[in-house]
C-alpha cells in the first residue's frame, strides 16, 4: 500500500486533486478533517490543548471553539508551537490507526493523505513506518490562486494573510516526488491527475 502526501498552498486545488485521486480508486484520508476531529468532543487533543489555552477558548456549550484557538495563535509562533504540540501528535496517532485499518482491509492499493501542512511539520511522518513514502505537491500561481480564494467567499486580505502563514512553493517543491502545476482548468487537473495516477499505480 503506497501512502502519498498531497500538499499545496491554500487555492492551488490540493483538495479538487484529491477529489480526482478518489475517483481513480485511491482511499483520501482528509488529514484536516482530522485536524478538527481531535479538537471535538471526545477527541484525542481535547482535553490538552484546553489544559494548554484555559477555558476561555471554550464555547459556551463547553465545546473547543476553533476560532478561538486560531485567533490565539495568529501570528504569535510560540503558542502555535504549544498547540501543535499538542495536536499533531493526536492527530498522527488518530491517522496511524487509520493507516492501520486501511492496510488490514487489504483494498487499497493507494492511500493520499489530504494535508494542507506538511512542508510545515512532522504531521503525516509516522513512527510506525505507515506515514507517507511520497510527496505530491499541487501548485499554482498566486494570483491564480488569489482569484480563486476571492470566488469562494475569502477578502484579499485573508486570502493572503494565509498563504503567508504557509510555507512557500519552494519549501514545498524541495520535498516534492512529484509536482502537479494547476494552473490552466479543472480538465487539465484531472488529466494531470490521472497521468500521475497511472505512474504510482505501476511502481
Ligand atoms: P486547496 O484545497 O488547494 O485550497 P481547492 O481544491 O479547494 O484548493 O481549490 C480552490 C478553489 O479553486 C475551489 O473553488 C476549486 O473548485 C477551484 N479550482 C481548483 N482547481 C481549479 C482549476 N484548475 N480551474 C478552476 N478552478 C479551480
Same mark, same amino acid.
Given at each position: 500500500?503506497?501512502?502519498?502526501?498531497l500538499?499545496?498552498g491554500?487555492g !492551488?486545488?490540493k483538495? %479538487?486533486a484529491?477529489a480526482?485521486?478518489?475517483e481513480?480508486?485511491?482511499?483520501?484520508?482528509?488529514?484536516?478533517?482530522?485536524g478538527? =476531529?481531535v479538537?471535538a468532543?471526545?477527541?484525542?487533543?481535547?482535553?490538552? *490543548?484546553?489544559?494548554v489555552?484555559?477555558?476561555?477558548?471554550?464555547n459556551?456549550?463547553?465545546?473547543i471553539?476553533?476560532?478561538k484557538v486560531?485567533?490565539?495563535v495568529?501570528?504569535?509562533p510560540d503558542?502555535?508551537?504549544?498547540l501543535e504540540?499538542v495536536?499533531?501528535?493526536?492527530?498522527?496517532?488518530e491517522?496511524?490507526?487509520r &493507516? $492501520?485499518?486501511?492496510?488490514?482491509g487489504g483494498e !487499497?492499493? *493507494?492511500? *493520499?493523505?489530504d494535508?494542507?501542512?506538511?512542508?510545515e511539520s512532522?504531521?503525516?511522518q509516522?513512527?510506525?513506518?505507515?506515514g507517507? %513514502?511520497?510527496?505530491v505537491v499541487? =501548485?499554482?500561481?498566486?494570483e491564480?490562486? &488569489?482569484?480563486r480564494l476571492?470566488e469562494r467567499?475569502?477578502?484579499e486580505? $485573508?486570502a493572503r494573510?494565509r498563504?503567508a502563514?504557509q510555507? %512557500?512553493d519552494? $519549501?514545498?517543491r524541495?520535498?516534492?516526488d512529484?509536482?502537479?502545476?494547476?494552473?490552466a482548468?479543472?480538465?487539465d &487537473?484531472?488529466?494531470?491527475?490521472?497521468e500521475l495516477?497511472?505512474e504510482l499505480t *505501476?511502481e
Open positions: 500500500m503506497l501512502v502519498v502526501g500538499t499545496g491554500i !492551488a486545488g483538495s %479538487t484529491a480526482r485521486f478518489a481513480r480508486g485511491a482511499a483520501v484520508v482528509d488529514v484536516d478533517a482530522i478538527r =476531529e479538537l468532543p471526545g477527541g484525542r487533543a481535547e482535553r490538552g *490543548v484546553v489544559e489555552f484555559g477555558p476561555g477558548i471554550l459556551a456549550d463547553g465545546r471553539d476553533r476560532g486560531a485567533a490565539e495568529f501570528g504569535r503558542r502555535l508551537s504549544a504540540a495536536s499533531h501528535p493526536a492527530i498522527n496517532a491517522l496511524n490507526s &493507516l $492501520q485499518e486501511l492496510a488490514d !487499497a492499493e *493507494v492511500v *493520499v493523505l494535508m494542507a501542512v506538511l512542508a512532522r504531521l503525516g509516522l513512527e510506525s513506518g505507515r507517507y %513514502t511520497k510527496v499541487v =501548485e499554482a500561481p498566486v491564480v490562486r &488569489l482569484a476571492l467567499g475569502l477578502s486580505e $485573508q494573510a498563504m502563514s510555507a %512557500t519552494s $519549501q514545498r524541495a520535498l516534492a512529484h509536482v502537479i502545476v494547476n494552473d482548468g479543472p480538465e &487537473l484531472a488529466a494531470a491527475v490521472d495516477w497511472a *505501476v
